[in-house]
């Protein structure tokens, strides 16, 4: 569950941000706020709600998508940076080995059954 202090935080860094939708530095400290608070998805419903309620034509909802491909890109690269790499090395030793003793055991079946 997020701490009620850093909605409280992500509130006022919001309104700070609509003030002036062309403020990178309130962006970015909203942003970053967010990210810390692991409040991304919070970050992106506010943006997508504040683009509805403006014109089709308004400017400013081009620099709303802007935004919105911003959060989109941190979002993702905290993902990346969460994978689990598997220890690649080991597993494919462990692989391999497992594969040539099948294949080594299926060799001498089929031997064994021409044989007979």
């Not at 419903?45 to 491909?69: P, V």
């Not at 690649?88 to 299926?106: G, H, Q, R, W």
Request: glycine content about 2%.
């Amino acid at each position: 569950m997020t701490d009620p202090d850093d909605i409280a935080i992500a509130e006022a860094l919001w309104a700070k941000v609509v003030e002036d939708l062309s403020n990178d530095a309130s962006y970015a400290a909203y942003l970053q706020h967010c990210q810390d608070a692991e409040l991304l998805p919070d970050a992106a419903k506010r943006f997508q709600e504040k683009k509805a309620e403006l014109d089709e034509g308004d400017a400013q909802r081009e620099l709303i998508d802007k935004r919105l491909a911003g959060i989109a890109m941190v979002a993702l690269s905290k993902l990346d940076l969460q994978r689990i790499e598997p220890k690649t090395a080991t597993a494919k030793s462990i692989l391999t080995f497992i594969i040539v003793m099948f294949a080594i055991s299926a060799m001498v079946g089929f031997i064994k059954a021409l044989l007979l």
